[in-house]
Nanobody, 121 residues
């Protein structure tokens, strides 16, 4: 069973920085993509950052320059570094990964349980 476990959330002051971690039970080398989503109160879950197996990262326009996604293959961990935190970043952040089990088919999706990030004074 593939498991993704997030950590690193908490209460942070505006303007600060935070690093979220996503530990995978499988080698992240197996993942076609890794990504981070967030879901703010009463809002839809949205993709904020993703990275391919080749290390190509992409971000939602709203977070470019503030969010950075990167991986540590030895630790099987995907990180989300957030700088210049804003109150509107308050949300539950979810780790997401895709594995192509059978070549030529759609990837299978895996989700972590989420970690709460609260940005407030």
């Amino acid at each position: 069973q593939v498991q993704l476990v997030e950590s690193g959330g908490g209460l942070v002051q505006p303007g600060g920085s935070l690093r979220l971690s996503c530990a995978a039970s499988e080698s992240i080398f197996r993942f076609y993509t890794m990504g981070w989503y967030r879901q703010a109160p009463e809002k839809q879950r949205e993709l904020v950052a993703g990275i391919t197996g080749f290390g190509v990262a992409d971000y939602a326009d709203s977070v470019k320059g503030r969010f950075k996604i990167f991986t540590d293959n030895v630790k099987n961990t995907t990180y989300l570094q957030i700088s210049s935190l804003r109150p509107e970043y308050t949300a539950v952040y979810y780790c997401h990964g895709q594995i192509i089990v059978v070549p030529g088919t759609s990837p299978r999706d895996y989700w972590g349980q989420g970690t709460q990030v609260t940005v407030a004074s």
